[in-house]
Nanobody, 123 residues
Framework: VQLQASGGGLVQAGDSLRLSCAASGRTFSWYATGWFRQAPGKEREIVAAISGTGDGTYYADSVKGRFTISRDNAKNTLYLLMNSLKPEDTALYYC?????????????????WGQGTLVTVSS
């Protein structure tokens, strides 16, 4: 499966942004998916994850209550709605998919990665 992330940009603190990740190649619902991010000088970290059917989700504590992960399997698209953005949310955001098992918080469990989309939050 190929993944294409989009929707990043420059916003101010408190603003909202929605990231999208378009998938192609295989039946999207077969894949659990996740969003990761990597800030400058830091390691890549899990942001949120969702099962193939969409009935199970995970959020990192740092984004819980502000971000919402969702997917539309009919459109082969994964989303991340980010509300109340903070400067510390500034990072390159990646979508990822894994072909076996449920969602995971570990990046090495994912088999396919998008190219990343940059989110910059100014104070």
């Amino acid at each position: 499966v190929q993944l294409q992330a989009s929707g990043g940009g420059l916003v101010q603190a408190g603003d909202s942004l929605r990231l999208s990740c378009a998938a192609s190649g295989r039946t999207f619902s077969w894949y659990a998916t996740g969003w990761f991010r990597q800030a400058p000088g830091k390691e890549r970290e899990i942001v949120a994850a969702i099962s193939g059917t969409g009935d199970g989700t995970y959020y990192a504590d740092s984004v819980k209550g502000r971000f919402t992960i969702s997917r539309d399997n009919a459109k082969n698209t994964l989303y991340l709605l980010m509300n109340s953005l903070k400067p510390e949310d500034t990072a390159l955001y990646y979508c990822a998919a894994r072909k076996n098992g449920g969602y995971s918080t570990r990046e090495y469990d994912y088999d396919y990665w998008g190219q990343g989309t940059l989110v910059t939050v100014s104070s």
